[in-house]
T-cell receptor, first 115, second 116 residues
Framework: NAGVTQTPKFRVLKTGQSMTLLCAQDMNHEYMYWYRQDPGMGLRLIHYSVGEGTTAKGEVPDGYNVSRLKKQNFLLGLESAAPSQTSVYFC??????????????FGPGTRLTVL | AQSVTQLDSHVSVSEGTPVLLRCNYSSSYSPSLFWYVQHPNKGLQLLLKYTSAATLVKGINGFEAEFKKSETSFHLTKPSAHMSDAAEYFCVVTRRGNTGFQKLVFGTGTRLLVSP
C-alpha cells in the first residue's frame, strides 16, 4: 500500500513550457485534491475532484487544468508555465464519508521551478 | 467562512523545554480541527485532530492540543521538545459539505526551531 504518490519529485521549466504532474492513490478514495504551497501562505487549493470524470475549481485555479480519467489518478497540467507558478505542489485524497474528521492523505510533493 | 490564524510564524525553544504553538480559529459551524506537521522537504503528516469527543486531544510524538470554544483556540503543546520536532506546523480547520466534499483551510504555518 503506497498511499499517495506524486511524479516527478522535482522539475525545472522555462517560461512558456508545459508539463503534467501525476498523482496516484491506491486507497480507492473518491476525492482528490491539488494544492500549492508558497512561503508564508500555507496550502491553497487549486482544483479538486469528487469522482472519476469530474473536476472543480478551488481557490487558485488560474493557469492550471486537471483531469481525472481514472479513479486512482489525478493529473495537474500547466499549459504555459509562468514564474508565478514556482511552488511546491501537493496532492491529497480522502474517502467519501459524512465525517468532517476523516483525514486527508498527502503525497510527498513536487517542487517546481519556472525560470 | 472558516479561517485559522497561527499567531507565531516562528517559535524557538531549547531541547527539553515545553513547546506551545498557538492557533485561533473562526467558524460558523462546529469546527473540525487538525494539526499537521511538515518536516523539511517532506509531505504533510497528521499530528492530531479534534473530533468533539474530548476537548484535550492527544497526538503522535507526545503532542497534544486543547480545544477551547470560549477562546476559539486550538493550541498545540508538548512538555519537552526534541531535536526531531524541528519542522513546520499547520493548524487546519475543515468542514464537510452535504456531498461529502471536505474543504481544508490552512493556517500560514509556524516554524519550530529546536536548539541543543
Amino acid at each position: 500500500n503506497a498511499g499517495v504518490t506524486q511524479t516527478p519529485k522535482f522539475r525545472v521549466l522555462k517560461t512558456g513550457q508545459s508539463m503534467t504532474l501525476l498523482c496516484a492513490q491506491d486507497m480507492n478514495h473518491e476525492y482528490m485534491y491539488w494544492y500549492r504551497q508558497d512561503p508564508g501562505m500555507g496550502l491553497r487549493l487549486i482544483h479538486y475532484s469528487v469522482g472519476e470524470g469530474t473536476t472543480a475549481k478551488g481557490e487558485v485555479p488560474d493557469g492550471y487544468n486537471v483531469s481525472r480519467l481514472k479513479k486512482q489518478n489525478f493529473l495537474l497540467g500547466l499549459e504555459s508555465a509562468a514564474p508565478s507558478q514556482t511552488s511546491v505542489y501537493f496532492c491529497a485524497s480522502i474517502k467519501r464519508t459524512a465525517s468532517s474528521t476523516d483525514t486527508q492523505y498527502f503525497g510527498p510533493g513536487t517542487r517546481l521551478t519556472v525560470l | 467562512a472558516q479561517s485559522v490564524t497561527q499567531l507565531d510564524s516562528h517559535v524557538s525553544v531549547s531541547e527539553g523545554t515545553p513547546v506551545l504553538l498557538r492557533c485561533n480559529y473562526s467558524s460558523s459551524y462546529s469546527p473540525s480541527l487538525f494539526w499537521y506537521v511538515q518536516h523539511p522537504n517532506k509531505g504533510l503528516q497528521l499530528l492530531l485532530k479534534y473530533t468533539s469527543a474530548a476537548t484535550l486531544v492527544k497526538g503522535i510524538n507526545g503532542f497534544e492540543a486543547e480545544f477551547k470554544k470560549s477562546e476559539t483556540s486550538f493550541h498545540l503543546t508538548k512538555p519537552s521538545a526534541h531535536m526531531s520536532d524541528a519542522a513546520e506546523y499547520f493548524c487546519v480547520v475543515t468542514r464537510r459539505g452535504n456531498t461529502g466534499f471536505q474543504k481544508l483551510v490552512f493556517g500560514t504555518g509556524t516554524r519550530l526551531l529546536v536548539s541543543p
